[in-house]
């Protein structure tokens, strides 16, 4: 069976219970969940199919420094693992109401790292269920994972993440 893990950050939040909902829907798969606060290096490598999920940066950091945590310190360890064979796949949190211009943008520069190693996402999901003026992770018409909005659209969360998780079996099964 294929090993597969849960990335996410930050903890204790939104990022975490969606983590925790995904994990629930990918049981048979016996995912292991891993805060990135406390993934280093190798971890990574250790599995075949990786779910990352990740926060959309907020007004803090917009305002003031970036705050130093989480996938701001494991995007640099990330940057030297091997991704090689692996299905890789991106949830992110953000808030289509307050930061329409900048719609889960976080995923996206999650992506264009992957990107830049030479790999590609699995679980994209069009965007015509969301609202929003523009989004970093957007890539040729589509999201390049799983946006969502506990902030003003949970009530559709639980109906995406079933959905999404159901074509993440397929990738990760083939």
């Not at 959309?56 to 130093?68: H, L, M, R």
């Not at 679980?123 to 589509?142: I, M, Q, R, W």
Request: hydrophobic letters at 35%.
């Amino acid at each position: 069976m294929k090993k597969t893990a849960i990335f996410y950050g930050p903890e204790g939040g939104r990022t975490e219970s969606v983590a925790k909902q995904i994990a629930k829907l990918l049981a048979e798969e016996k995912p292991d969940l891993i805060p990135v606060s406390k993934a280093g290096k190798g971890d990574i490598e250790q599995y075949d199919n990786l779910v990352l999920g990740i926060a959309t940066i907020g007004n803090e950091t917009w305002d003031a420094e970036p705050v130093k945590t989480g996938w701001f310190e494991y995007m640099p360890v990330l940057e030297g693992e091997n991704l090689d064979n692996k299905k890789i796949a991106i949830y992110g949190l953000g808030d289509h109401v307050r930061w329409p211009l900048h719609f889960v943008d976080s995923m996206g520069e999650l992506y264009r790292l992957i990107k830049e190693k030479g790999h590609d996402t699995v679980g994209k999901v069009n965007p015509e269920d969301y609202t929003f003026d523009e989004s970093e992770a957007l890539v040729d018409g589509l999201f390049i994972g799983l946006p969502v909005d506990e902030d003003f659209e949970a009530e559709l969360t639980e109906s995406r993440i079933k959905n999404w998780v159901n074509d993440l079996k397929k990738h990760f099964n083939d």
